[in-house]
């Protein structure tokens, strides 16, 4: 079973200051993938952030990076630099045997 | 070119119509998935299929029954729809059945069921 936990539901950062977001997971599979999507008001999924579980290394992409822990199933999202554009509903998942398992969301509201 | 494209994008019905949503997607991706989002913006898993072949079915009514022609869509028909029926519906694909370079998303199909 795999199941994914964001106990934040709702955070709020200033324009260009740094913001984490919590994600814990749990799950049976020994090979899976851990994602970050993002959904603004447009309501599009788009993905933000891909980190494949066999690897130590944290995934960056741009102003994006994760912080993963594999021992405690933890996997966070820091925003460096927020911008006005980061504000959406942040989801984060992990892939099962056959499909992508979310977590409840953090809207996150990036303030001027 | 829309990688998953949904349509349509909007729907309003009556309850106890029956109604489709289509997904496609120009990937070439082997799996495609049904993804339920409630007013809470919870996602929630409700079909998958890859290469045309039902691989998952969570606890849905079956009243929703999904169909896969080819791998390259997977439609969605609800009969005798509800007014807990009403949430945005999203299709997805993914290169495989473990989603190892991620998952694409249409665009979702907002359900109003008055």
């Known amino acids: 079973a795999q199941t994914v936990t964001q106990s934040q539901p709702e955070m709020s950062v200033q324009e260009a200051e740094t913001v984490t977001l919590s994600c814990t997971y749990d799950?049976?599979?020994?090979?899976?993938?851990l994602f970050w999507y993002k959904q603004p008001p447009s309501r599009q999924m788009i993905l933000v952030i891909r980190q494949e579980a066999y690897k130590q290394q944290n995934a960056t992409e741009n102003r994006f990076s994760v912080n993963f822990q594999k021992a405690a199933k933890s996997f966070s999202l820091k925003i460096s630099d927020s911008q006005l554009g980061d504000t959406a509903m942040y989801f984060c998942?992990?892939?099962?045997?056959?499909?992508?398992?979310f977590g409840t969301g953090t809207r996150l509201t990036v303030i001027p | 070119d829309t990688a998953v494209s949904q349509t349509p994008k909007y729907l309003v019905t009556q309850m106890g119509n029956d109604k489709s949503i289509k997904c496609e997607q120009n990937?070439?991706?082997?799996?495609m998935y049904w993804y339920k989002q409630d007013s809470k913006k919870f996602l929630k898993i409700m079909f998958s299929y890859n290469n045309k072949e039902l691989i998952i079915n969570e606890t849905v009514p079956n009243r929703f029954s999904p169909k896969s022609p080819d791998k390259a869509h997977l439609n969605l028909h609800i009969n005798s729809l509800e007014l807990g029926d009403s949430a945005v519906y999203f299709c997805?694909?993914?290169?495989?059945?473990?989603?190892?370079?991620?998952?694409?998303f249409g665009s979702g199909t907002r359900l109003t069921v008055v």
């Open positions: 998942g992990g892939s099962g045997a056959n499909n992508l398992f």
């Open positions: 997805a694909s993914s290169q495989d059945r473990k989603g190892t370079y991620g998952y694409t």
């Open positions: 990937l070439g991706h082997d799996t």
């Open positions: 799950t049976s599979e020994s090979n899976y993938y």
